[in-house]
């Protein structure tokens, strides 16, 4: 992947929360080797529960660009879900639909439902778990083992300036401001098409936040080895607040600990016909 830069322009400028308010584009820097690195800074604030979507959307995105998904989740969500019962040779109106996915096929449809309920569930727990805590850090691995991945993916948050939704820029406009940053740098353009992996989920928070469906890793240290892309999502200035100054207010650095999902999501893809 080519290194390149770019700043968006301010004719897709962010929303602000009551006011809907427009701000400058969102600055976009783009690093290449061996770990590549996204940085995007928002030109206000954002929510807590913001972070929750970034992180959630960003999942989503790397595990059907990995082909670790064959549809975007959303749409394999409708796909898998808009189907009625129905008896052994019973007619349907979306048959063609329903055939060209190959949900009706039985271990396709099982794969399906697993790995949708799998993710409902850490959508869930990740909510809860921005609730409790804040959350620096989130890790994506893929193939591997927690330690050794084949390769993971980073969205850093440390940089974030967190207020209430009054004083924030709009969530849906931040979302989209992301992923055209990661559309601009084209980090998965290079990637070949690998197997279907299992992937974990590592979260960091506070030690005493109380999540209980998370588990604790008190010495896990972030992989040195393995494909790597870190998105650094900031907030462009600081007169709110931000998560260094919670951790000077609530807790010492050595407080955060890293948490990982008890769920493996194993990717999966339809068969061919």
Known sequence: MAAAAATQG???GLGGGA????????AVAVSAGPAWAVSVAFPGSVTQEGCFRFTCEFLKHV??????????YEQ??????????RAPGQANGDEEVVRKVHV???????????????????FKHLETMFTLTLVPCVLILLGGTSVSPKEFYEINLQGVSVRGAEDSLQT???????????FLADVFSELQTGPTMGVTVMVQGHRNCGVDWFKPKLNYKVPTRGRKLTVNV??????????SDYQEMNSAWDDYIWFQAPVTVKGFRYFSS
């Open 172 to 182: 849906a406009a931040c979302i989209r401001k992301l992923f055209h940053s990661l």
């Open 19 to 26: 006011e809907g308010r427009e701000g400058p584009g969102v």
């Open 63 to 72: 595990l059907y660009q990995r082909q670790q998904l064959p549809l975007p």
């Open 234 to 243: 900031s907030c462009s200035h600081h007169t709110s607040t931000g998560l």
């Open 76 to 85: 394999l969500a409708f796909f898998y879900r808009r189907q009625p019962p």
């Open 104 to 122: 009706k096929d039985q271990d396709c449809s099982q794969k399906c439902q697993q790995v949708l309920s799998d993710l409902e569930g850490v």
């Open 10 to 12: 301010k004719g897709a």
